[in-house]
């Protein structure tokens, strides 16, 4: 960046069904970035990226209207819900053909806004990552909290690199976003993949906030599964956990084996049915988890190797901007559906 000139800054929102706190969002940060602006921290055109990722409630006609009356409103709306990964992808592949860096934060404002101005303090320092991490989790119920620890310790036992109480708050640079683009597994597991870039990184912390309005899009049932897509996404130490689960069995086996061939001499044979019975059952459920497992794995190869694309926009709501866009060496948009207009 210009030393000289100021950053540019796009907000990212990925929005799902948020018709009730959109505006609240939209409030609050159109305040923040009128402050930053004032103080010379950011440039006039620095602007918010509202991302509909299929919502089914009036969304994204509450967006449409913000572009109308607000100059620091843009939006983009996915053709169909493409989960909040690939929106947050869409958004920061759109803002950074125009933007110097980019921050995500979700919309329903648990994330403190005002920690905003401290990413791009950092960021002017010459930082191209800054985490939004968490002080605690005095918040949270204390069976999400115990959960919350456990899968920070199971992905640190499986290798995989995360940033403790840090979700998608963040600040990306354009160079980041760049580097980011090199990024094109259809798995896309981003907490995990943004530490892998290697660039300069800061860290932010904040206290988050109850929800504004609304529910969570998050439920157990998608949090499990955000979990177990993190884990066989990047490691692939619980297929070497059954490998070396059948080889500890196979020598159980053998060990029980010849306990059995010197009963049978001694003459102590006792009828066994209900030890054989736990013992097939035990076995053959290994056996089902571990073929699970393993066409997990399978099936996300299979996603790879077809190639398709992680989003498709439908239409979009964009300014147009003096900033003179640099065209990315490895686009992550080349697949974008050609039905996409921009205003």
Known sequence: ????????????????????????TARELTSILKEMISETLISPESSMLFVDDGSKDKTWELITALHKTNHHANGIKL?????????????MDTAKTYSDCIITIDADLQDDVQAIRQFIHKYRAGHDVVYGIRRERKNDTAF????????????????VELIYNHADYRLLSKRALEELGRYRERNFFMRGVVPLLGFSSAEVYY????????????????????????????????????????????VFSAIA??????????????????????????IGGLQLMGIGLVGEYVGKVFKEVKHRPRYGI????????????KPSATPLRTRLRSSRKLS
């Open 1 to 24: 960046m210009n030393s000289n000139r100021l950053p540019v800054l796009t907000i990212v929102v990925p929005c799902y069904n948020e018709e009730e706190v959109l505006m609240i």
């Open 79 to 91: 053709a169909k819900n493409a989960g909040h990964q690939n929106a947050l992808l869409a958004g």
């Open 144 to 159: 999400k909290r115990h959960t919350a620890q456990w899968f920070y310790r199971v992905m640190e036992k499986m290798g």
């Open 207 to 250: 206290d988050r906030k109850e929800r504004a309005a609304g529910e969570s899009k998050y439920p157990l049932r998608k949090m499990l599964a955000f979990a177990f897509d993190g884990i066989t996404s990047f490691s692939i130490k619980p297929i070497r956990f059954l490998t070396i689960s059948g080889f500890l069995f196979l």
């Open 257 to 282: 084996g010849i306990f059995a061939i010197v009963q049978k001499f001694n003459g102590y044979t006792v009828p066994g049915w209900t030890s054989i019975i736990l013992s097939i059952w035990f």
């Open 314 to 325: 439908d239409s979009g709501l964009i300014r147009n901007t003096s900033q003179p866009k």
